[in-house]
């Protein structure tokens, strides 16, 4: 027995008439009829009784129809579901970002597209550091990350330029530099700072240690923080100052002002990034729709 055979009888089913089934599956009759009696005699049974010029299904007939149909139905949905799979329309992707970048634009945006154009996908989102997310990349426990500064190469892990986000000066809400404008790094001397830490090997610690390497002016570190987050919490509690990111479309951080430094052009370079030999084609879809959502990727 073949699925063709299947899909034979129940079109000659659907139409009670051999020479209208032959028509349509575009099979001679005399072939089609040799086909029927083959599953009949595979079977044992009778599927079909004459009924004038045309035929009708037997009552063992009727209940293999039924049945058919159903096996017919599944493996439908499963080649459709199948094809869908291959082009990248269902499946999970895992995705890993800064969860300081998880409000900030293009980010959101992309994510909603994502949701927008595939809601067939699943979307399993984690916040992870730059450097663990690389670990994960090239363990294929996430298929992409966005990841900060990438100061290394590595020939296996591909990027897409995200945004550059401005470093700004972030002081108290209540400090004198907070109602200026802008300052210059001179303002900034004699100024309790707090500082990536060390071991932390953060982007900031990296993008920072790179801007103010050979400089005469260095910040007086009084405290240092393991992350961002902490960073933004101990300066809106009055505990120093500190350099940080200004995210394009997140929401004003509560109790600290961010304040330009003219003569410091520093940004925090964001990257989509994936490991080269990844075949999964839900990544190889979420790519295509970055490359078209990112500004700076079309550039």
Request: hydrophobic share 45%.
């Amino acid at each position: 027995m073949e699925l063709r055979h299947l899909r034979y009888f129940a079109t000659i089913a659907e139409r009670e008439n051999f020479s209208a089934a032959a028509q349509v599956l575009r099979i001679a009759q005399p072939a089609l009829s040799q086909r029927m009696r083959d599953l009949e005699a595979e079977l044992g049974i009778a599927l079909f009784e004459r009924k004038g010029r045309g035929v009708r299904l037997t009552r063992a007939g009727a209940y293999y129809l039924e049945e058919i149909q159903q096996v017919l139905a599944r493996i439908e949905a499963a080649g459709e579901q199948a094809r869908q799979i291959a082009r990248g329309e269902v499946g999970s992707l895992r995705l890993a970002l800064l969860e300081a970048l998880a409000l900030a634009d293009p980010v959101p945006r992309l994510l909603r597209e994502l949701r927008n154009r595939h809601p067939g996908l699943h979307l399993k989102l984690v916040g992870l550091p730059s450097l663990a997310q690389y670990e994960a990349i090239r363990a294929h426990t996430i298929d992409a990350g966005f990841v900060a500064h990438r100061s290394f190469r590595d020939p296996d892990i591909l990027g897409l330029p995200v945004m550059a986000i401005p470093i700004h000066a972030m002081v108290p809400a209540g400090h004198p530099l907070a109602r200026r404008p802008s300052i210059h790094l001179k303002d900034l001397e004699d100024l309790d700072f707090i500082w990536p830490e060390v071991e932390a090997r953060t982007s900031y610690w990296t993008v920072f240690r790179e801007a103010f390497e050979g400089r005469d002016w260095q910040p007086r570190v009084v405290q240092e923080a393991s992350s961002y987050m902490t960073t933004t919490s101990l300066v809106a509690a009055g505990y120093g100052c500190a350099l940080g990111i200004t995210l394009p479309g997140a929401a004003d951080l509560e109790g600290i002002v961010q304040i330009p430094i003219l003569d410091l052009d520093l940004h925090l370079r964001i990257e989509l990034v994936w490991h080269k030999d990844n075949p999964s084609p839900v990544l190889a879809r979420f790519l295509d729709l970055a490359r078209t959502v990112l500004p700076s990727a079309q550039n």
